[in-house]
């Protein structure tokens, strides 16, 4: 009987003693989360934020800079690498100068920690090996733009500028922004093209921009208002790993040594520019009326602003220079995947037959010509060229252009997507059948939709340019709709 009667409340004594255990670990796990979280924004505080003032706590945040960095390399970084040996050719090529570039960002960043700020005179010299390893990279694009892979290094050369972070304040956090924007115009071609083909070549795509919202989310959290320096720190020197690049250029030829001499202070320059905010448009002249072609239509008959003699004089050499550097023409299948079509001048008669849909085509600085497509491709790219025009029958992906002035296209069968960047001028034919095309704009004129009417006559429609864009209070969003007059 007495075992009966005792036996419970001693059970429930255990059980709210075993209970009262839990909610206090618990309780001590997560008053160690709000320490470590209060030390963090002690450090940062203390530093003083961007553009180097800072107190007595830059140690705390100069450290959470280096290491905050290191968690990107180790992290998405690593994981970019590994895509890019995946995918090969010359996609780990560029993989190795990205790795050189970020390596100099560290060196930079843990060289700042112990420094001081230094002046916008100093600072070039002190990027001297981040702005070199952005313009091998921005250089080794350039000179494999025949490449198979193409897209994957514009994705990384419009990327990579993300580290000239250093030099912005005081909002460095959304230039890095836009440089995944630039990225993303490229990867996006990439995960189309495989992303059910090739999975890894997909994979490779997300990874790099992975990169740069790692960068974004690093630099907001510890740079926010611009790179942290240590205000007790000695005065700034290069970074160690820079005077060892130097001796070993030393026995090459002298003619080859030249170009990476050149490039890194203009690259410096560049970031200096960059350093000096608003200030960078105080050298520009301004215009006078008089030199305006809209208000003096003599001007736009003659397409000639009166200048000086000297700056006529100089005009001769560059046009002589351009006329030197001009590149034979290019019409073949490369790979049997890729129709090059690049250089022509003044030819209207290219015509490319035995397509397949696995093929795409790729038209580059072409002038005043005309291309027919036969037969349905996989997508079709107009980049730099001048008053050309297209005809294609079936286009699986898309359509695209950037960077060309007074184009025309036109499709007789069907074509998913039409996409008009950096453009001046597009004519634009539909058929029956693509009538339901998306047309995707961007920095971009003059373009017209020319689309189909029962009697086989086309009716013009203008794409819009001009938008208002306000801001609503109750929804707490921009609002953009098309201005009225286009």
């Known amino acids: 009987l007495n075992k009966l009667f005792f036996f419970p409340p001693l059970v429930c004594l255990l059980l ?13 796990a997560r008053l160690e989360q709000v320490a470590q979280r209060l030390e963090t924004a002690l450090a940062r505080v203390g530093s003083g934020g961007g553009g180097g003032s800072g107190g007595a706590a830059a140690g705390g945040a100069t450290g959470a800079s280096v290491e905050g960095f290191q968690e990107i390399l180790d992290g998405p970084f690593q994981a970019y690498k590994a895509a890019s040996a995946s995918v090969g050719g010359d996609v780990a090529a560029q993989a190795e100068l990205v790795d050189k570039a970020f390596q100099a960002q560290k060196a930079f960043l843990a060289m700042a920690s112990q420094s ?8 070039p010299p002190l990027l001297s090996d981040t702005s070199g390893a952005i313009n091998e990279i921005v250089t080794f694009r350039e000179n494999n733009r025949r490449s198979a892979q193409f897209n994957h290094l514009s994705a990384v050369s419009e990327g990579i500028p993300a580290l000239g972070w250093v030099t912005v304040s005081p909002k460095p956090a959304p230039f890095i922004k836009e440089m995944v924007g630039a990225c993303q115009f490229y990867s996006n071609r990439v995960l189309k093209d495989f992303k059910d083909s090739d999975p890894k070549q997909a994979d490779w795509a997300k990874s790099f921009v992975a990169v740069l919202e790692a960068l974004h989310d690093y630099v907001k959290q510890v740079h926010t208002t611009g790179l942290v320096w240590n205000p007790k720190g000695a005065a700034p020197s290069a970074p160690a790993a820079a005077p060892a690049a130097k001796p070993a250029a030393a026995p090459a030829a002298s003619k080859p040594a030249a170009a990476p001499a050149a490039s890194k202070p203009a690259m410096g320059n560049l970031f200096s520019e960059l350093a000096k905010g608003e200030g960078v448009t105080a050298g520009l002249k301004k215009v006078e009326k008089s030199q305006m072609t809209h ?3 003599e001007l736009r008959a003659s397409s000639v602003v009166k200048a000086e003699d000297k700056p006529k004089a100089a005009a001769a050499p560059k046009a002589a220079a351009a006329a030197a550097a001009k590149k034979p023409p290019v019409f073949e299948l490369q790979g049997g995947k890729k129709w090059a079509v690049e250089h022509q001048e003044n030819n209207r008669d290219l015509v490319i037959t035995d397509t397949s849909i696995k093929q795409s085509v790729y038209i580059y600085k072409c002038n005043n010509c005309t291309v027919q497509i036969k037969g349905k491709v996989n997508s079709i790219s107009l980049d730099g060229c001048k008053k050309t025009a297209v005809v294609f029958e079936d286009c699986v992906a898309s359509f695209e252009t950037v960077n060309c002035q007074s184009i025309q296209m036109q499709v007789t069968g069907t074509v998913p997507t039409i996409s008009i960047d950096k453009t001046d001028g597009a004519q634009m034919y539909l058929s029956k059948d693509s009538i339901n095309a998306e047309i995707v704009t961007a920095k971009s004129s003059e373009m017209n939709v020319m689309v189909p009417k029962d009697d086989g006559d086309f009716v013009e429609l203008v794409v819009p340019e001009q938008f208002k864009t306000v801001y609503n209070v109750a929804e707490k969003k921009l609002v953009t709709t098309m201005n009225e007059i286009v």
């Not at 709210?16 to 001590?28: C, E, G, R, S, W």
């Not at 001081?116 to 600072?123: I, V």
């Open 16 to 28: 709210h003693q075993k209970k009262n255990m839990a909610d206090t670990a618990q309780l001590v």
């Open 295 to 297: 208000k003096n239509p």
């Open 116 to 123: 001081k700020k230094p002046s916008e005179a100093e600072l």
